[in-house]
């Protein structure tokens, strides 16, 4: 079943309180609408510093560089704390914390084979 770009952004911020993030970081917000945009658009996965970025700072009336660093902090969070789950959902053993692009494909990547009639978003 095909997710809606809405679902999408709900089922990543579900996934990222799962995860121990919560909506007082703000990459919780960006990494959210990102798979929102993502999901409008896959091909923002190819340029994320010139496409997804941009266009999540605009959406925020912020600077990229905020947005990248504020992703990358939630990152680093996810890689101390649930560095195994990160790893589950990339379906392989990732030798490092992955880039901002990387766990962006691997997140929605991931939300895109979930079966969320059986996943009980609460």
């Known amino acids: 079943m095909q997710l809606e770009p809405i679902q999408y952004e709900k089922v990543s911020k579900w ?10 970081y703000r990459g919780f917000h960006y990494i959210s609408h990102a798979m929102y945009l993502i999901s409008e ?3 923002r996965l190819l ?3 010139k496409l997804l970025y941009p266009d999540i700072a605009k959406d925020y ?3 990229w560089r905020a947005v990248e660093h ?5 990152i680093k969070l996810l890689w101390e704390d649930n560095s195994d ?3 589950f959902m990339a379906e ?3 030798p490092q914390r992955p880039a901002a692009g990387k766990f962006l494909a691997i997140l929605f990547d991931f939300i ?3 079966d969320i009639e059986e996943a009980q978003l609460k």
């Not at 996934?15 to 007082?24: D, E, M, P, V, Y």
């Not at 504020?70 to 939630?74: D, E, P, Q």
């Open 15 to 24: 996934l990222l309180r799962k995860l121990g993030i919560t909506a007082n």
């Open 41 to 43: 658009d896959q091909e």
């Open 112 to 114: 895109s084979d979930l």
């Open 92 to 94: 392989y053993q990732l």
């Open 47 to 49: 340029y994320v510093s």
């Open 61 to 63: 009336k912020t600077d």
């Open 85 to 87: 789950f990160l790893c």
């Open 70 to 74: 504020s992703i990358r902090t939630v």
